[in-house]
């Protein structure tokens, strides 16, 4: 314990003196969760409709998590890739059986996740034809991370610009508009990417028909098609992954953010087909990605959303969260629409959002943007009608101003 108690307003000023100005964050230091509320340092209580943005899906505190977390803990942190651990095995087995992939390879995070795909794709293609110029199709408005691989194949050119030149050989076509990436299409196109469901571009699913239109042309082409599941799978939309609603399967797919419910992990998962044609031995590594407590927390999350029915929650409390949503569209006519999927909603506005989620926070409602002008829901999984109806009550006030 420090011998003088310092304020949640000295934490923040340290902050500002001491960590990269990467983000301008909101003067809020949270020191517990319970549930789907937050407490800041101060003891204020927070109901939470962010979820570290589409992370916690089990809500703060989950005793079997944590316990299965401590246990690990007690036994063992870390070995290596070099070597085999039991949660790694577990984990991946488990993984499969949700996702009806083949093959896991466990990262850190989401972007790391997209380098691997993108290195996968790439490898897959050289070994068919020898060749080091392929390209990737990736769409406007996706967001794939920060790295260097995975910034390149990122819609928006604000986050890309001032770190050109990227990995290169990208080509970006518009979600929902098959034509714009057929157009794109040629002998040395080795995979097209996007999120299932768009997240930070503005919360734009996929629809049916692209999708089933994608996966005919890139079954032609012997493109791959990797579908970014980072921020919409896990259970989100009421699908595992978003993309088993449509009966179609990616080659490669991407989690990360629900997948360790707050331990920093990530996958990327393969067909067999894929495996067998791309990265072998030496190809791709990583220090900590698998490690035993990252994979005791992806086995025991899968493990709670089987035994808490968090999918079948997910379809019924969506419908309700839908509902009043689009209440709340048709009573302020700044609201021009809500879009979404399952627990991955959005609020369009035709102005900026930044002033309503600052005073939402003051009235302890944690909320997120998408955008300048769209608010975001991505709260966890585990929320009830109860605790939207207490949010939309706290948003209509705000919005009422
Ligand atoms: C968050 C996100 C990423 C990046 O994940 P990090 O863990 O922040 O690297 C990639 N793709 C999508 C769709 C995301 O939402």
Redo the contacts with the bound molecule.
Sequence with gaps: MNSVEKSMKEYIEEAEQDLLHTYNRYQVVFDRGEGVWLYDMEGKRYLDFVAG??VFALGYGNEGYNAALKAQIDKIIHTSNYYYNVPAIEAAGKLKKVSGMDRVFFTN??????EGAIKAARKYAYLKDGRTDHEIIAMEH??????MG?LSVTGNPHYREAFEPGIGNIRFAKLNDFESVEALVNDRTCAVIF?TV???GGIFPAKEEFLRKLRALCDERDILLIL?????GMGRTGHMFAWQKYGIKPDIM?T??ALGCGV?V?AFLMTEKVAANSLTAGDHGTTYGGNPLACAAISKVLDLFEENHIIEHVREVSAYLEKRLDELAAKYDFITERRGAGLLQGLVFNRPVADYINAALKQGLVLINAGTNIIRFVPPLIITEEDIDKMIEILDGCLAG
């Design positions: 943005i589409a995070s989401g972007a790391e996740s997209v996706s967001f794939h991370g920060r790295t995975a999120e768009q997240g930070e970014d599941e980072i921020q919409c991407t990360a953010k920093p990530g």
